[in-house]
């Protein structure tokens, strides 16, 4: 039996785990992690992750052919393949702070993997790492274990799932992409994970390059999603000022076969642990390379989207008289996107600490986001793209956090739709509007309120990128 050890039981490791123990019966699949709390929680009937068809397909697998563990060492020593998919987040201190990729947790992962292997081990990189991470780790292992006669193949084998669709994802792949050397040894561990994701993936749906190729190509993905995403973002504000609306000019540019329609949706602003993380990482080793004119060129999907988020929440308030102090807000979605519980780098918490920072009074409601999280989201100093720190606001006394959207937005002024779920489609505004106060206002950062009914009712309405109400057309600008 082949034995697959997969380091790091993250949003990445666990589902990719799970359903490569599902689609390969005949092979045992562990997934190691140095957090207890984590592993407790996959081996329990409370998943540490929420993910639609998640717990299903852990349901199948747990404990047949797929296990999790905190014995790390062990397992790492008895697979034959390891993949290692721990978090890379961006430095926040010493060289390349704000930009470069901490790869802290990965050299003490490649470290352990070197003083652990008795037998010769494939190890993939599932991880974003920048490109050349594999020679530095080829490094680490050779010169460690290089008296016991071990091999080790490197693999890129970057991960394109996303959250909230992971699973799906995950079953059908647009695509699976293999990096390795070109030597046999490099070929044949190219074929043997081929050999594994073939079991359910179409072989003409897997690419096989060099390292470089295949550790490039994900930064690369991700820059081009995002690059999208700040060029409608952009288009929005220019609609707000012109009168055109966003949906329709994304539709028109959408429908050429060249460019596609997919990922088109204005919004508050991108989130997530990848974007900014990976564009970042991008910008730094454009640097490194000396090429400033390629850095600067995605610097500005960053800034773009920065800008987004200001934008919003200076509209908010410049809407509302100029003034938010004492004004209770509703926040409506919490999550960086629909369908997660994720919080990272959520437009939400630059939203939120604007809010707060001019003295409203937030009540925040997210059907999967914890208290607890929220708090500490507000709470904790970050660092921004340009390694200035951004003070936590500390004020997080006008914060409350509530469990459903009635109780958010009673007594309200304003509402802001910070997340696209479903449920807030369906939410009876007739009912919150006379629960609110007047002018009663909602600010939707997601497109995803029906703004015509909501006029109709008697709210004051803005969304992203469409033509403004006379109320909105009368404000002070807020560019
Ligand atoms: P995560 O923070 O959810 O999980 C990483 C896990 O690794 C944590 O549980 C941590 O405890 C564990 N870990 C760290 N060092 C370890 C060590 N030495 N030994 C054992 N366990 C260790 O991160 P994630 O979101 O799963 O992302 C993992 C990687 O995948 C990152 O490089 C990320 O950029 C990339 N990625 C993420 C996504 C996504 O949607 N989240 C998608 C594609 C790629
Ligand atoms: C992203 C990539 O899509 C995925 O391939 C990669 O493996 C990890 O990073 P993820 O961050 O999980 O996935 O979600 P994604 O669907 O890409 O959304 C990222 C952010 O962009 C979210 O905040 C989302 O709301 C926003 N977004 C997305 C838009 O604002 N408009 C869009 O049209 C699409």
New binding site residues.
């Given amino acids: 039996m082949v034995k697959i050890c997969c380091?790091?039981?993250?949003?990445?490791?666990g589902p990719t785990m799970a359903v490569m123990a599902l689609k390969c019966p005949e092979i045992q699949v562990t997934v190691?992690?140095?957090?207890e709390p984590?592993i407790n929680a996959w081996n329990s009937d409370t998943l540490p992750i929420y993910e639609p068809g998640l717990d299903d397909v852990v349901k199948q697998c747990r404990d047949k052919n797929l296990f999790f563990s905190t014995d790390?060492e062990r397992h790492v020593s008895e697979s034959d393949i390891v993949f290692v998919?721990?978090?890379?987040p961006t430095k926040t201190q010493g060289l390349g702070a704000g930009k470069a990729a901490d790869l802290t947790?990965w050299e003490?992962?490649a470290r352990?993997i070197a003083d652990v292997s008795r037998s010769s081990k494939i190890v993939v990189e599932?991880?974003?790492?920048p490109v050349r991470t594999a020679e530095a780790i080829e490094k680490i292992l050779t010169h460690n274990n290089n008296s016991r006669g071990v091999e080790f193949q490197i693999l890129s084998n970057?991960?394109?799932?996303?959250?909230g669709t992971a699973i799906n994802d995950l079953y059908t792949p647009d695509r699976v992409l293999i990096g390795g050397r070109g030597s046999p040894g490099g070929q044949k561990a190219v074929k043997a994970l081929r050999d594994v994701y073939a079991h359910w993936v179409p072989l003409e749906r897997i690419i096989c390059t060099n390292l470089w190729s295949a550790e490039l190509s994900k930064l690369a993905a991700n820059a081009f999603l995002a690059q999208r995403i700040s060029s409608v973002n952009a288009m929005s504000a220019l609609c707000e000022a012109t009168g055109a609306d966003v949906s329709q000019v994304a539709h028109a540019v959408g429908t050429d076969s060249r460019i596609g329609p997919k990922f088109l949706n204005a919004s508050v602003g991108f989130g997530?642990?990848?974007f900014q993380?990976?564009i970042l990482n991008l910008i730094y080793i454009c640097e490194c390379n000396g090429l400033p004119e390629a850095a600067s060129y995605w610097k500005q999907v960053i800034k773009v989207n920065d800008y987004q988020k200001t934008r919003f929440a200076n509209r908010v308030v410049s809407s509302m008289f100029n003034t938010v102090s004492g004004k209770k807000i509703a926040i409506l979605g919490f999550a960086f996107k629909k369908d997660t519980g994720d919080t990272r780098e959520t437009p939400a918490i630059d939203v939120c600490n604007r809010l707060v920072a001019d003295m409203a009074k937030l009540s925040i409601y997210d059907p999967r986001v914890l208290e607890e999280q929220i708090r500490k989201d507000l709470s904790v100093a970050r660092f921004d793209w340009n390694h200035h720190q951004i003070k936590a606001e500390g004020m997080l006394e006008q914060v409350s956090v509530v469990s459903d959207a009635y109780v958010a937005t009673k007594d309200a002024h304003g509402i802001c739709v910070l997340t696209e779920w479903d449920e807030f489609k369906s939410l009876d505004f007739e009912r919150i509007f006379e629960n609110m106060r007047k002018p009663a206002f909602v600010f939707d950062g997601r497109n995803v309120v029906d703004a015509v009914k909501l006029r109709e009712i008697g709210f004051i309405v803005y969304s992203i990128g469409k033509p403004l109400d006379s109320w909105l057309r009368n404000m002070p600008s807020v560019a």
């Fill in positions: 380091i790091g039981a993250g949003y990445v490791g190691v992690d140095i957090s984590r790390v998919s721990v978090n890379t947790y003490s992962a352990m599932k991880s974003t790492v970057p991960e394109f799932l996303a959250e997530g642990s990848c993380k990976d």
